[in-house]
């Protein structure tokens, strides 16, 4: 259903009381390791910069100890930063983990699909048109709400555009494809007749970063997404039917229609998060997914290994990003050289398996 070899097996059941669920062992070793694994890259992400600190200081200073200086820098200056990638990564990999699994299509992402492009449409407007409107609401909600506004705006026009008696994954990919064109022309138009010190600010902001982080937008983005990541493990469990497909689900007694479109909402919200607190990252909410699929052994994108991997390959982008180079990259730069090879291995793969089947 979504591109992979992955072949369900029959694995255990565990009741405890009235509740009930499936024990799988390896699925919980990979989302421990993953755990971990983005752990110490959110320390070595800290570590790194014009004063070094040691990873046994970073660790005691993040758990509460640790000497004055230490705590200067690392919790005032490098915190908001770090934190930003875990919860824009982990934020995007489970947007495109839920946009995957309802278009059953490796390549529904918030990037194919659009939702990132309308953010962007709506930031580059906001910073390259002055004065009149387009200062007033800049100065008013803000970039980062602005650009929230326009991912959803643009998510839901997709959805609406797709819905003919149900969502059909593929239909939704076409429609995705053509919006991500219509606001991407869009985008190029503002940047051509814009002033060129609007688009220096434009530009820096579409590659994607995580420069210049501040504690406030660092909350206002883990708040929105703690928010949205419980309404999704609430409708999880009628969410895992729709695998199946829709009459599966009904026989379940699943609303489909219901529950595909608050999963797609919450993807589309999780998404515009995302890009408001770091700009169109390209490629992790793609990537993640399938890596996280792949990894857990799993027939479906899960969500919480999905999240895992996006704050784990964000991260570990911002800190090559700053180490890799003499001079400091975006850290858009380093998910696009990762995610740009991978999507053409998804589509020489499917091409392959088209042309056997």
């Not at 995302?274 to 479906?300: D, E, I, K, N, Y």
């Amino acid at each position: 259903m979504t591109g992979t070899d992955v072949k369900p097996s029959v694995t255990p059941g565990v009741r405890l009381g009235r509740v009930s669920f499936v024990w799988r062992p390896w699925l919980v070793l990979v989302t421990l390791l993953l755990a971990a694994a983005t752990f110490l890259v959110f320390c070595l992400s800290i570590n790194f910069g014009d004063f070094s600190i040691g990873l046994p200081r970073v660790i005691a200073t993040i758990f509460g100890g640790g000497e004055r200086v230490d705590r200067f820098v690392i919790m005032d200056l490098r915190m908001p930063r770090a934190l930003a990638g875990l919860v824009v990564g982990f934020a995007l990999g489970v947007s495109g983990a839920i946009t995957q699994s309802i278009a059953r299509n490796p390549l529904a992402s918030p990037d194919i699909l659009g939702i990132t492009g309308g953010a962007g449409v709506v930031a580059v407007f906001l910073v390259t048109v002055s004065g009149g409107a387009a200062a007033a609401i800049a100065g008013t909600v803000g970039l980062s709400a602005a650009a929230l506004a326009g991912g959803l705006g643009t998510g839901l026009l997709v959805y609406f555009l797709a819905w003919r008696r149900g969502i059909d994954g593929f239909r939704l990919i076409l429609i995705g494809i053509s919006v991500s064109a219509v606001t991407q022309a869009l985008t190029n138009w503002l940047l051509v007749t814009a002033d060129i010190r609007d688009v220096a600010r434009a530009q820096a902001w579409l590659v994607g970063s995580l420069d210049g982080r501040s504690w406030d937008e660092v909350w206002t983005a883990l708040w929105c997404t703690v928010v949205l990541l419980a309404v999704v493990a609430g409708a999880a469990f009628q969410f895992r039917p729709l695998h199946f497909g829709d009459e599966v689900a009904a026989g379940l007694g699943v609303r489909y229609s219901r529950v595909r479109a608050v999963m797609l909402l919450c993807a589309v919200l999780l998404a515009g998060v995302a890009v408001s607190a770091a700009g169109p990252v390209p490629f992790v909410a793609l990537v993640a997914p399938q890596a996280g699929m792949r990894l857990a052994r799993h027939p479906t994108p899960p969500l919480l290994v999905s999240g895992l991997v996006g704050a784990l390959l964000l991260t570990g982008s911002d800190v090559l990003a700053r180490t890799a180079l003499p001079v400091g990259l975006p850290v858009g730069v380093v998910t696009a050289a990762i995610g740009g090879p991978f999507l053409v291995y998804l589509l020489v793969r499917a091409n392959l398996k088209r042309a056997a089947g």
